[in-house]
């Protein structure tokens, strides 16, 4: 193995990468290797690329991400940082460079992508693949490498350096190519990304190829997930986990995993619309009168028998919430977790994360979304205390 505790060259393994589909880390990684590029990791001091902040707004967030993700590279005399992930090429190429200066911290890298790594070692008959792989095969390309960084060639130049391996061009390809539909798409609006999804699908299977191949985590989720939500049976395969087959290592199929936590994101997505939160709010009253302040449930009581009083603290309870839900949020916390675990199935070992991630995943959302769920949860409110208080 090359991997080294200091190299001049460093690879970024992204987060998707790192804890969903890892056949796209170790499959970089094992082709690095053979490639016979020495280079170094920062392992668990690694920390997001940084981009779902950006975009959300949380610029301090991303600002301290930026720091950090340099000062280690830096620290492990890296002078060349390679991504697997699109998203974290283009933060590293464009996005740090510009924050790097705002932050005044010096910043001398250059940035690749590892296909244009093993690209240039192909062309230089430094590297070739041992091992054919016979399959057709049509290439995705990402929105975050292709437009918006102009990497085209290296992928396809690694694709038809695999022995046996037939590679068929889609309709709308390189600038021209259609976005898959995933990041902010899938997230706001599942069935739009779905729409989207499947529009690149049908495209793949116009060629005939047995198999899509991408190099984006987040592109091969959504694909994933439209695949099985059309009834599509087209493998979506990464780029480093097919030309990994043809060093001879075949890496586990990611796929069950990927579903498998997409189901939970799913579930989460859905949970968070604000009827959704209205609805979860509605089973905690009797846990959160339970949890009020001896004097403001006894006023609560006391408007459940004055005639009219009801009425006059509706207009009133708007601006209570956003005191009351902070107050007694840590107080209900355990049946807020077991009312989200029966909307939401997960696996045992986020189960026993939620504890520790709920309460502060609450206390950033709560602000934000009680305006939205306000005026769903007050009429409920009231009518809870009218009729079961």
């Known amino acids: 193995a090359r991997l080294k505790p200091e190299a001049q060259i460093g690879y970024f393994a992204g987060c998707t990468a790192s804890f969903v589909e890892q056949d796209v880390a170790e499959g970089t990684a094992r082709l690095l290797n053979a490639a016979g590029v020495e280079f170094t990791y920062m392992g668990e001091d690694e920390a997001c690329c940084g981009l779902p902040m950006l975009v959300a707004g949380k610029w301090d967030t991303f600002a301290e991400i930026v720091r ?23 933060s590293w190429h464009t996005y740090y460079k510009d924050w790097a200066q705002k932050l005044g911290l010096d910043y001398d890298f250059e940035v690749r992508h590892y296909s244009e790594v093993l690209a240039e070692r192909i062309r230089a008959g430094e590297f070739r693949f041992p091992n054919p792989v016979p399959l057709k095969v049509t290439w995705h390309d990402p929105c975050h490498m292709g437009r918006a960084g102009g990497i085209y060639e290296p992928p396809r130049e690694v694709l038809r350096a695999i022995p046996g391996l037939e590679l068929v061009e889609m309709e709308y390809n390189r600038e021209c190519a259609h976005c898959c539909g995933s990041v902010l798409t899938l997230v706001e609006n599942p069935d739009t990304g779905k729409v989207i999804g499947n529009v690149r699908l049908r495209e793949a299977e116009a060629t005939g190829a047995e198999a899509v191949v991408a190099s984006c985590p987040c592109c091969e989720v959504q694909l994933r997930v439209t ?59 009797a846990p959160m009168f339970r949890a009020m302040p001896a004097p403001m449930l006894a006023m609560m009581r006391l408007a459940k028998r004055v005639p009219g009083m009801l009425g006059l603290m509706k207009p009133m309870m708007p601006l209570m919430m956003p005191v009351l839900v902070p107050m007694l949020m840590p107080k209900v916390m355990p049946d807020m977790l077991a009312a989200v675990a029966r909307r939401v199935p997960m696996p045992a070992h986020m189960q026993e994360q939620m504890p ?12 934000q979304m009680l305006p939205l769920i306000t005026p769903l949860v007050v009429p409920r409110m009231i009518r809870y205390i009218r009729e079961e208080l």
């Open 227 to 285: 695949a099985q939500k059309t009834g599509r049976d087209l493998p979506v395969i990464d780029l480093a986990h097919l030309a990994s087959r043809a060093l001879g290592v075949d890496m586990r199929d990611p796929t069950p995993y990927a579903m498998e936590a997409w189901g939970v994101f799913e579930a989460m997505i859905w949970l968070l619309k604000p009827e959704r939160m209205a609805d979860l709010f509605e089973e905690l009253f």
């Open 356 to 367: 520790d991630l709920l309460p502060e995943a609450m206390k950033g959302l709560m602000p």
């Open 68 to 90: 950090h993700n340099i000062e280690g590279m830096r620290a492990r005399g890296v002078r060349t940082v390679v991504t697997s992930c699109p998203a974290c090429w283009l």
